[in-house]
C-alpha cells in the first residue's frame, strides 16, 4: 500500500470557488489527506500572502508533504511561497505547466489563478500534477535535473541564512 500524501490547501478570496471545488474533489481520493487552511468562507478575507505562508510553514515543519494555493492569477502565492526555504512553488493554469512543475522542477506548490482557471479544468491540472514525480517521463534527463535541483537548493543555502 501506498503511503498517504499530506496536502495543505489555502486561498485567498479570488481564489475561494476554485479552492472549494478542489477540496471537494481531493477529499474523494484515497491516499490523500487534505488540510484545508483557509479561507473558509466569502467573509473570512485574507490576503494572498497570508494564505502563502501558511502552506509555506506547513510543508516546512513537516506538516504537509505538498500544497496547493490559489489566489486570482496564481502569480503572488508563487513569489510569497518561494520566499521559503524548501518551497518550489510554479503556478499551473494548465496541465502540461503543472505536470513540468514538478517532473523539472520538483515542485513541491503547484499555485493556480482563480480568475483563470475554471473548477473542471482546475481538478485535471491538480491530479495531472499529483499524479507525476521528479523526472518521471523525462528518465533520459535524470542527472541533469537532478544536478540542476542541487545547484538550486545550494542557492537556497546562500540566499537562506
Not at 518551497?87 to 489563478?113: H, P, Q, S, W
Amino acid at each position: 500500500m501506498a503511503e498517504q500524501v499530506r496536502l495543505a490547501i489555502a486561498s485567498d478570496l479570488s481564489g475561494f470557488p476554485l479552492k472549494q471545488a478542489i477540496v471537494e474533489h481531493l477529499r474523494q481520493r484515497e491516499g490523500l489527506a487534505v488540510t484545508d487552511l483557509g479561507i473558509h468562507s466569502t467573509d473570512e478575507v485574507r490576503p494572498y500572502y497570508e494564505q502563502a505562508t501558511k502552506v509555506a510553514l506547513a510543508i516546512q515543519r513537516g506538516e504537509a508533504d505538498r500544497g496547493v494555493l490559489i489566489c486570482g492569477t496564481g502569480q503572488g502565492m508563487a513569489i510569497v511561497a518561494n520566499k521559503h526555504k524548501g518551497i518550489y512553488a510554479c503556478v499551473g493554469n494548465n496541465v502540461f505547466d503543472a505536470e513540468r512543475g514538478k517532473i523539472v522542477n520538483n515542485a513541491n506548490v503547484l499555485t493556480m489563478g482563480g480568475w483563470i482557471t475554471a473548477p473542471f479544468l482546475g481538478l485535471e491540472i491538480v491530479d495531472a500534477w499529483l499524479r507525476v514525480q521528479f523526472v518521471q517521463k523525462m528518465e533520459f534527463k535524470r542527472e541533469w535535473l537532478t544536478n540542476a535541483l542541487h545547484q538550486v537548493q545550494a542557492l537556497e543555502e546562500r540566499n537562506f541564512k
